[in-house]
């Protein structure tokens, strides 16, 4: 599958990152803005997928379209509809029909996760298949040191990559990090296929998690928590803020839980123990805090 990459600086380093000029994922639309004037801005767009598992339909994702085979194994996989060690043979994407099918060499469980459905909070009316606490109780993610200046060397990092989300914002980016180098940058319009697109990363390039960081611009939900420790990374950071029964979930696995992270600020509410706090927070700017938005949504 191919990759993007930056030659810039900021985003040097980068084994994936936002093609903000890609011109399938934005159109241009005119407007008016508060005086009247007539202003042009660019828009995301928003394009049905249709997952398949197999010859069963499984699903149709809102999605802005870039790396559908990642979002379609990421997608299944955070489901428990792929398990460990399940041999996918093939990844077929069709342009024309917005469809992905994966295939599998051995029948799976698909028609029991399809019996029951939670909603949950995802933006884009986000769906989970099954009991979302299935797999949890065993699950035990390995401690994992976090150190301050990793938080601060990935933010400035990240916050200053070129991306929709500064070029044209209604998005969400999730990365994938090690210690103080952001690899892989994924965004959509719910911040859960943005997750799902790094899951699906990780599962084609066979990644290691347990040495991994995972940064989102959303907002740290029971199923953004969940689906970071089913993907077995130790640690979660976001500019937004908490849900009590994501850090309930944090505290129960044992997954480091970051958020408000801007500027020197930032809380944790799960992993204090593993937080090493290194910085030296003099050389650090602040952001000025946004009227309205403490620890919302970003």
């Not at 994992?144 to 938080?151: D, F, K, V, Y």
Request: charged residues 25%.
């Amino acid at each position: 599958m191919p990759t993007q990459t930056h030659d810039d600086g900021e985003s040097s380093g980068f084994l994936i990152a936002p093609d903000p000029a890609a011109p399938r994922l934005t159109r241009a639309v005119k407007g008016h803005d508060q005086t009247g004037a007539e202003i042009e801005i660019r828009v995301v767009e928003e394009r049905p997928l249709t997952i398949f598992l197999n010859a069963r339909e499984i699903v149709t994702a809102m999605t802005i379209g870039d790396y559908p085979e990642y979002l379609a194994l990421g997608f299944l996989r955070n489901q428990g509809m792929l398990k460990n060690g399940e041999e996918v043979t093939g990844v077929e994407y069709d342009e024309e029909l917005e469809t992905v099918v994966v295939r599998t060499a051995q029948e799976t469980n698909y028609e029991e996760k399809l019996q029951k459905k939670t909603r949950t909070s995802g933006c884009a009316v986000g769906t989970v298949f099954g009991d979302m606490m299935e797999g949890l109780e065993e699950t035990v993610l390995p401690t994992a040191e976090l150190r301050t200046s990793w938080l601060y060397a990935l933010s400035h990092k990240i916050n200053r990559t070129p991306s929709l989300y500064l070029d044209a914002g209604a998005i969400h980016g999730t990365v994938l990090c090690q210690k103080d180098r952001p690899l892989v940058y994924m965004e959509d319009v719910g911040r859960h296929n943005a997750v799902d697109k790094i899951a699906g990363w990780m599962v084609s390039e066979g990644a290691r998690a347990e040495d991994k960081i995972l940064y989102t611009t959303g907002r740290l939900t029971s199923e953004m928590v969940i689906k970071t420790a089913l993907m077995g990374i130790p640690v979660l950071a976001s500019r937004s803020g908490f849900t009590a029964w994501g850090v309930e979930i944090a505290q129960q696995v044992g997954l480091t839980l970051i958020g408000r992270l801007r500027g020197q600020r930032f809380v944790c509410l799960s992993g204090e123990d593993r937080l090493v706090r290194d910085a030296d927070v003099s050389g650090v700017a602040e952001e000025p805090r946004r009227a309205g938005r403490k620890g919302g949504a970003a």
